[in-house]
């Protein structure tokens, strides 16, 4: 079975290298609606693959950490990213470029390592990420799976070399969370929400 969660936020960035003069050459945002699908064979005590409200804790966190930032491309031009950090207290900086392509693999292989890392105390088995959909327009979206978010022809993406920001990680609920993740800590959701 399938379930479907939905996530928004509001971003910035300049793709580098792309067709468009606008968006390769400006930095232009964008209103973001991300979906998240899970599946599973299985339910859980509350006869639910996974309750949405759990979706509400550590994904939707690092999912919030995009929204009203700017996100870079470390492979930028440094003067640029100086100045983004410098006059930006909320940024992300990925290293592949922020395309709506690299934003749902790059999403997906955090919810990944989200699930990896939870230890299910509702009797959740299985559960897995099998999509992530990134609307960047409301013509235009970017759909990962599996085998795309963990391609070698795309390119990998090496989380440890993600970076948010201070002012980012501070409105986590635990600003080690992202390190926390990386080094494979385990995460308990609580039962109540």
């Given at each position: ?64 950490s ?36 690299q ?21 959740e ?66 039962i109540?929400?």
């Open positions: 079975m399938i379930i479907r969660k939905l996530f928004r936020f509001e971003n910035a960035h300049i793709v580098r290298g792309c067709t468009s003069r606008r968006c390769s050459e400006s930095i232009h945002g964008h209103s973001y609606i991300v979906e998240l699908l899970f599946s599973s064979n299985y339910l859980d005590r509350g006869q639910m693959v996974y309750d949405f409200g759990l979706t509400k804790l550590t994904i939707k966190e690092l999912i919030d995009f929204d009203h930032a700017i996100t870079l491309w470390s492979e930028d031009d440094p003067a640029y990213l100086k100045d983004m950090k410098r006059w930006s207290k909320r940024w992300v900086e990925l290293p592949v470029s922020p395309s709506a392509e934003y749902s693999r790059v999403i997906f292989l955090m919810v990944d390592l989200v699930l990896h890392n939870t230890v299910m105390v509702n009797k088995k299985d559960v897995t990420i099998q999509s992530v959909i990134v609307h960047e327009t409301a013509t235009g979206y970017a759909q990962c799976t599996r085998e795309d978010a963990y391609s070698m022809q795309m390119g990998e993406i090496a989380l440890e070399k993600l970076q948010f920001s201070q002012g980012v990680k501070e409105e986590w609920s635990d600003p080690q969370m992202w390190d926390k993740l990386l080094a494979g800590q385990k995460i308990v959701n609580p109540k929400i």
